[in-house]
């Protein structure tokens, strides 16, 4: 059982400012209605229920509730006050389950993996889960930065007065959370989810940090709503329901040399033949993600380094999968310091794909229509592990000599030494998902 609690009870005051009194759910987003969205992506995440707490027009929003066609149970509330949307949680109490998402009502969402994600909260038992994105917007959205233990550390607050020095990271408006937090905090006065519990939360390792996949896009504004309007037709493939592998490149297929001259040949590692083996054997899709700071540095180009990656796989015994390679390996060429002999001077930036952060996998996980929830990452490096947990994955931490656990962000990281990695790859491919 998976429930959804969609928060629409504001009166939508930017909306109603520019002559638009339709409720937000309402609101016509493309082909179909923002209500339509998401119960089309909550009925493709495995959701089984979904609660409405309306205020704002619930009488037009129930009437079209009742007419709905879908496989959800649908319930709903009327607020008895606008209390904010953490005091909305609070007056539908009765009707939360244990674990639950919070999705606000203006927010158009597709392809998100929000219900693999919610999986992994429920099986770490966390308290609090806040999705993340990417802004396009960042001068006019709150910007958040986490910890190594992937726990949300602080919030900046918009407008900006001077530009930060950070990947522009916002939240998305779509929370996981438990029931017993909702009536812990139920008279500590706080009224809204997003400006008041996750700042009352910070650095109590509690905020724990997803980035979903796909398209989560708040349209509660008439600009965002007339731009999103004006875009052509986009209809993006469905998530597959296929396990996909992420794979480091330096320490995983080959032996990291450290920044060599172009002209070093790269020596593969001792499982990278049948690491490809087993993946190509069992049929399991797969892609290599590397940071190759190298090309920031000048040392070699970013057509060198993916053709150097290119030829990893083929030695390692990748064949037909290289028919399209671009779909295969993704490249970080990015690296922020400077003052090295031949830099490439634009590409000295604070990027989103350089790992830990996740842009580097959730290009690869969007370009090939693949859930992070589903996927394993491979990785050598800290960094990995954390870009990895960051999209939903399970990950394999290869070290060299030991084999236990290790802790990231309250997840059992399993550490692997090169004997292991194969069987745990094996035993992964081969369990239910």
């Not at 929003?61 to 953490?86: A, M, R």
């Not at 399209?324 to 001077?345: D, K, L, Q, T, Y």
């Not at 842009?359 to 990785?379: H, K, P, V």
């Not at 994955?393 to 292991?420: M, P, R, W, Y």
Request: overall charge neutral; some cysteine.
């Amino acid at each position: 059982m998976q429930q959804a609690v969609v928060i629409a009870g504001g009166r939508g005051s930017r909306l109603t400012k520019a002559g638009i009194e339709v409720p937000k759910l309402l609101l016509k987003a493309g082909e179909k209605r923002i209500l339509d969205h998401i119960i089309e992506e909550l009925e493709k995440e495995n959701f089984s229920n979904v609660l409405f707490v309306l205020g704002y027009g619930h009488q037009k929003i129930i009437s079209e509730l009742q007419n709905l066609e879908t496989s959800l149970v649908v319930e709903y509330i009327v607020e008895t006050q606008q209390l904010g949307t953490f005091g909305a949680l609070v007056q539908s109490e009765e009707k939360l389950d244990d674990s639950f998402a919070v999705i606000l009502g203006d927010l158009y969402i597709k392809n998100a993996n929000i219900g693999g994600l919610f999986s992994r909260f429920n099986e770490e038992n966390h308290m609090l889960g806040v999705l993340c994105k990417y802004s396009d917007h960042p001068e006019d959205s709150d910007l958040i930065e986490f910890d190594s233990f992937l726990d949300m550390t602080q919030i900046h607050k918009y407008p900006h007065k001077e530009r930060l020095d950070i990947p522009p990271i916002s939240m998305a408006g779509v929370y996981f959370l438990r029931k017993q937090l909702v009536l812990k905090y139920s008279q500590a006065g706080l009224k809204d989810v997003s400006k008041d519990l996750v700042p009352h939360l910070l650095n109590r390792r509690i905020c724990r940090v997803f980035f979903h996949q796909g398209e989560i896009r708040d349209l509660g504004t008439p600009s965002r709503l007339s731009k999103f309007n004006q875009r052509a037709a986009v209809h993006p493939k469905d998530l597959s329901k296929e396990k996909y592998c992420l794979l480091d490149r330096d320490g995983v297929l080959n032996i990291d040399q450290g920044h060599k001259p172009l002209a070093s040949k790269p020596i593969l590692t001792q499982i990278a033949r049948e690491l490809i083996s087993i993946l190509s054997y069992g049929r399991t899709r797969y892609a290599v993600v590397t940071n190759q700071p190298s090309i920031a540095r000048g040392i070699i180009s970013m057509a060198g380094a993916f053709e150097k990656t290119r030829m990893i796989l083929v030695n390692a015994g990748a064949s037909l999968e290289l028919e399209n390679p671009e779909r295969i390996i993704f490249i970080c060429p990015h690296f922020p310091e400077s003052g090295h002999s031949g830099e490439v001077a634009n590409l000295k930036i604070i990027c989103q794909c350089r790992k830990p952060l996740p842009g580097l996998l959730l290009s690869a996980l969007n370009q090939n229509s693949m859930r992070g929830s589903l996927s394993l990452l491979i990785g050598d490096h800290e960094r990995d592990i954390i870009a990895g947990l960051l999209v939903g994955a399970e990950v394999l931490h290869l070290h060299t000599s030991i084999v236990t656990n290790q802790c990231f962000g309250g997840f059992s990281v399993k550490c692997v030494d090169s004997d292991s990695v194969l069987s745990n790859l094996a035993e992964w491919m081969n369990r239910d998902n």
